[in-house]
């Protein structure tokens, strides 16, 4: 069967009448694609994923498992987003650093890379060419221009890190020897301008 036959397993993936999905687009199960979302061929989206309304998926899009796309959001050739990402309403992403309407630059498109976990908040935008880290947490309306950290909470115009988020989206904050307990009990380590979440101690010991 063609990979984005939604009766391709027992747990189909679903999309609504209006939606486009070009042959050759791979959809994985579970997966629910809302009004108006263009699906072009190349494109390959992880299982539980979730687009909502008027999103564009272009040839080569990489989205991995439990992603959630918000409304009105493009995603260009060169952006792979790992699993469960979420990005928000209207966010924006672009693929060549200097465009002119005159120029063909297909061959000289940035990739831009989301790993596990992060955020990109409501309108953000993301110029091509950076790596957004695991569990980063990108402002409402920032420009990021450069790589984010993991853990780093990145906000303005460019976008600047002003702290740190867990993985369950809380703010961190760090004493003096470099630890912070997140509210859902998980302790992280800043060490060297990096964050990592410690191993928890088995309980009754």
Same mark, same amino acid.
């Given at each position: ?23 050759g687009?791979?959809?994985?199960p ?36 439990g992603?959630?796309?918000?409304? $009105?959001?493009?995603?260009?050739? +060169? #952006? ?5 990402? @979420?990005? *928000?309403?209207? !966010? %924006?992403? =672009? ?27 409501a $309108?953000?935008?993301v110029?091509? +060419? #950076?790596r957004?880290?695991?569990?980063? @947490?990108? *402002?409402?309306? !920032? %420009?990021? =221009?450069?790589?984010?950290?993991a ?19 809380y ?9 912070? #307990? ?24």
């Open positions: 069967m063609e990979p984005n036959d939604p009766t391709n397993n027992d747990r189909p993936w679903q999309a609504h009448p209006s939606a486009i999905i070009d042959a687009a791979c959809i994985g579970g997966t629910r694609i809302w009004h108006f979302c263009h699906i072009m061929s190349g494109a390959q989206i992880g299982a539980d994923c979730v687009l909502g309304q008027n999103v564009f998926v272009a040839d080569g899009v990489r989205l991995g498992r992603c959630k796309v918000q409304n $009105n959001v493009s995603l260009y050739t +060169g #952006v792979f987003c790992e699993d469960e990402v @979420f990005i *928000g309403p209207s !966010a %924006v992403f =672009t693929n060549v650093i200097n465009p002119r309407a005159a120029i063909v630059r297909r061959d000289e498109f940035r990739p831009t890379y989301v790993e596990r976990g992060a955020t990109l908040g $309108n953000c935008t110029v091509c +060419g #950076v957004i880290g695991q569990y980063a @947490f990108v *402002g409402a309306g !920032a %420009v990021v =221009t450069d790589d984010v950290p853990f780093a909470l990145v906000l303005g115009v460019p976008a600047r890190p002003v702290g740190w988020m867990s993985a369950a989206g703010r961190l904050h760090f004493d003096a020897w470099g630890r912070a #307990v997140c509210p859902t009990g998980t302790e992280y380590r800043l060490h060297e301008g990096r964050v990592e979440p410690l191993e928890q101690s088995s309980s009754g010991t």
